[in-house]
């Protein structure tokens, strides 16, 4: 008897039709995610880098406020911190590729914003400000559980990592002075958070 066939799987080098999306432990997709994400991806064309709305919520799933105002390739959102955390992100599969996320663990904490900042400032940003998501807020969230010592070293390592990158340089170096002066803006409102969760 012959060699029994086996059957054979093509894989596409670079499977530009998909998608990569992110989930924390402290994020909750709602049953519309993934569906808003297709209408959105067949809309833009297969974006390379694509953003749904999301709403913040404490523990009981009660909205505090929503991230839904975001305009498509609007860049100066990065100046002023990360409204896109890692929830409602979709990285198309050959820009996730070629994008990583820095794995320094002294930027943890920030190598999301870092990320998005790289990627936008070369592919741009689409959006659909669609609900899709909720970010659960709690006291032991882990971003606001630092020292001022690692919160200053976070911002130091975060500016320098971004920008290492030619297409940040040409885009946001204009605006180096603000992105520094919200970081330090963000360092002193954490720092206070976590004195105020220490005493109470």
Known sequence: MGKELQPVITVPK??????????DSDDLLYPNYLQNALEAIALYKQPPFLHLGYEVTDSELHSKTSINRIKCDDLCIFIK????????????????????????????????????????????LRTDNR????????ESRSVVQYSQE?????????????FQDRAVQEKFSIHYHQIESYWDSYIALHLVLSDQSTQG
């Not at 994008?99 to 943890?108: G, I």
């Not at 690692?150 to 971004?162: C, F, T």
């Open 14 to 23: 670079e499977p530009r039709g998909l998608h990569r999306t992110f989930l």
């Open 81 to 124: 911190g990360n409204p896109l955390s890692c929830i409602g992100v979709f990285l198309r599969y050959d820009i996730a590729q070629q994008f990583l996320f820095n794995e320094d663990r002294d930027l943890s904490g920030s190598e999301d914003w870092e990320l998005w900042i790289r990627v936008a400032a070369n592919y741009g």
């Open 131 to 138: 609900i899709s998501a909720a970010l659960i807020d709690h």
């Open 150 to 162: 690692k919160l200053v070293k976070r911002k130091e390592l975060a500016m320098q990592y971004a």
